[in-house]
């Protein structure tokens, strides 16, 4: 992504002439972008992607992944890991390959419930800094839910908050877990919350939080997106507490454009979005940092299936489709992205190959081969 200052750039329009005669501020106009941001191009080289096909229903949908890829040639190749929720920490040999490929595309990795075994999830996002959580959530033509016109992007602070990590038993019976926020990654998720709704021709950035409550740690959060904001005045801000937020996502959703939120809160939050949307099954997503990128089903509802789904092969391969698309977009392959998108959308508009989730029958081959078939 191409690094500038957009106030810096209307600072400088604002002081051009044009002939020897000044022209009206630019902030006296109605807000509008001055300076187009152009993508550098790729080189077309193929490019290597790590890929953790994880468990439960992973490797199924990540080998449909597989499949849609190889069917449309994408100069993609990929260097194939074991690793599964229930291994103590991600292998080395992962991480290495990951901040070689720069890349990584994921299946789900099951998280035991409590004991002492920490999220690999957790692990990766720590270890490679992916600060940024990013879930699309949207309507897709074709698949009726109960409200339209959803087209919410969240934006998730990854890498601290109550997913710090650092808990401890204090006396027999009373564990202590402690939330850190601090103000750089406030202001680093606000910056890419704000970015991104910038270069995307977003109207409004929703700040999320309890600062009601939480009034040091969310209060930090909030005055950081509050300072981030005012360098943006094209973008409108404001904020939502977290309660209200669900309350609101559930009645009145397309009121939200992009979300910027706390880590917990943005999981809660991105779930039940993609839950009013279509269903967590069809809603792409992926973690951001600084230098690498791992994609990976949006929403973590589901994302390893249950035993009855993976014996009779119904997975729903959408999600990951549509983060593979978002992945050849990151990677600078937009043509193959649009194909692998465009054929996707229309399989679900069609409404003939669908698995249970999304209300049909198809098994996640049948789904895979329509896909296929739509590929121009």
């Known amino acids: 992504m191409a690094r500038r200052t957009p106030p810096l750039l209307r600072h400088l329009l604002r002081g051009a002439t044009d002939g020897g005669a000044s022209r009206p501020p630019l902030a006296l106009a109605e807000p509008r972008r001055t300076v187009t941001y152009m993508p550098r191009p790729g080189d077309g080289a193929p490019r290597r992607v790590t890929l953790i096909p994880g468990d439960g229903i992973g490797p199924l949908v990540t080998g449909a992944v597989q499949q ?25 040999e992962v991480i290495e390959s990951i901040r070689r490929n720069k890349v990584c595309l994921k299946g789900g990795l099951r998280t035991p419930l409590g ?17 940024a959580s990013l879930v699309h959530c949207f309507n897709l033509q074709g698949l009726p839910t109960r409200h339209e016109q959803v087209d919410i992007v969240v934006i998730r602070e990854n890498t601290e908050g109550e997913y710090s990590g650092l808990e401890h038993e204090v006396v027999p019976g009373v564990v202590e ?28 950035v929703t700040a999320v939080h309890k600062a009601n409550i939480m009034k040091l740690a969310d209060g930090l959060f909030l005055e950081s997106c509050r300072e981030v904001a005012t360098k943006y005045p094209g ?26 939120t706390p880590n917990l809160y943005g999981n809660l939050v991105a779930n039940t979005a993609a839950g009013i949307a279509g269903g967590t099954g069809v809603m792409p997503g992926g973690n951001v940092g600084q230098d690498h990128a791992v994609f990976e089903q949006g929403a973590s509802a589901g994302n390893v299936g249950n035993e009855k789904i993976l014996e009779q092969k119904k997975a729903n391969p959408v999600a990951l489709l549509l983060s593979s698309s978002m992945m050849l977009r990151h990677l600078r392959f937009p043509s193959f992205a649009d194909r692998l998108e465009t054929a996707v959308k229309h399989v679900i508009a ?8 999304l209300g049909g029958s198809s098994t996640t081959q049948e789904v895979i081969d329509a896909v296929v078939a739509k590929l121009d």
Do not use: W
């Open 68 to 92: 849609v890829m190889e069917a449309m040639h994408a100069p993609i190749l990929f260097e194939t890991y074991e690793v599964h929720g229930d291994m103590t920490t991600v292998p080395a």
């Open 115 to 131: 004991g002492g075994v920490s999220s690999l999830n957790m692990q990766l996002r720590k270890e490679l800094d992916l600060y």
């Open 177 to 204: 877990s402690l939330k850190v926020i601090t103000k750089f990654c406030s202001e680093r998720i606000a910056k890419y919350a704000f970015e991104y709704a910038y270069l995307n021709n977003r109207k409004k």
């Open 235 to 260: 973008i409108k801000y404001n904020e939502i507490i977290v309660d209200n937020c669900c309350m609101q996502l559930v009645s009145k959703p397309e009121q939200f454009d992009v979300m910027v």
């Open 350 to 357: 069609e409404g003939k190959y669908r698995t249970k989730d």
